[in-house]
């Protein structure tokens, strides 16, 4: 069936890159989402992708698409201690959700 | 404007009783969706509600789970006979489910369930 998979745990410095990774095995969504979802709180839309899209870039963050290896990625720059949260992909064409990746920023 | 808001924020029940959660949608939001997170695990989809039409009941886990919406308002989730496995943040979203479009959903701050 329909799948979506990610790293459970990062751990980066502060002021480094992060990057958190996400595979699917269902190609034919129009929209891919990063979510964010932070301790105690709901989740929240971070950014997304048009699935005819290789790159997004949004600030901090940079997305990437390889809809050939149906591989997602997020990419925050100069990680800060406020971006540690858990980081959900979605494949919105089935509502299906990752397990979600903790990212933890060490100062 | 507001946003999902859910009720109870948290919920403590003995194992066997029964217990209803309730989800108000951002108003206009056709859809509406009810997601459970057990601890320190991702999302899994339970129901989602699309206007008139029937409900995606393909994620409900048992049949002491069910849910009801009213129109494209208020939704309640019920689960009959808890059990210590149904212990989890249970959260709702509702989005404008326009086919083929952007379509973010707004989570609500979920409800903790505990059964005892």
């Known amino acids: 069936g329909e799948d979506v998979e990610q790293s459970l745990f990062l751990s980066v410095r502060e002021g480094d890159s992060s990057v958190i990774n996400c595979t699917y095995t269902d190609s034919s969504s129009t929209y891919l989402y990063w979510y964010k979802q932070e301790p105690g709180a709901g989740l929240q839309l971070l950014t997304y992708?048009?699935?005819?899209?290789d790159m997004k870039q949004d600030q901090r963050l940079t997305v990437l698409l390889n809809k050939k290896d149906k591989h997602l990625s997020l990419r925050i720059a100069d990680t800060q201690t406020g971006d540690s949260a858990i980081y959900f992909c979605e494949n919105t064409g089935k509502l299906i959700f990752g397990q979600g990746t903790t990212l933890q920023v060490k100062p | 404007g507001a946003g999902v808001s859910q009720s109870p924020s948290n919920k403590v029940t003995e194992k066997g009783k029964d217990v209803e959660l309730r989800c108000d949608p951002i108003s206009g939001h056709t859809a509406l969706y009810w997601y459970r997170q057990r601890l320190g695990q991702g999302l899994e989809f339970l129901i989602y509600?699309?206007?008139?039409?029937?409900?995606?009941k393909s994620g409900l886990p048992s049949d002491r789970f069910s849910a009801e919406r009213t129109g494209e308002s208020v939704s309640t989730l019920t689960i009959q006979r808890t059990q210590q496995e149904d212990s989890a943040v249970y959260l709702c979203?509702?989005?404008?489910?326009?086919?083929?479009?952007?379509?973010?959903?707004?989570f609500g701050p979920g409800t903790r369930l505990t059964v005892l």
């Open positions: 992708i048009f699935s005819n899209m």
């Open positions: 979203a509702s989005s404008q489910r326009l086919a083929g479009s952007y379509n973010e959903q707004f």
């Open positions: 509600f699309q206007g008139n039409s029937a409900p995606d």
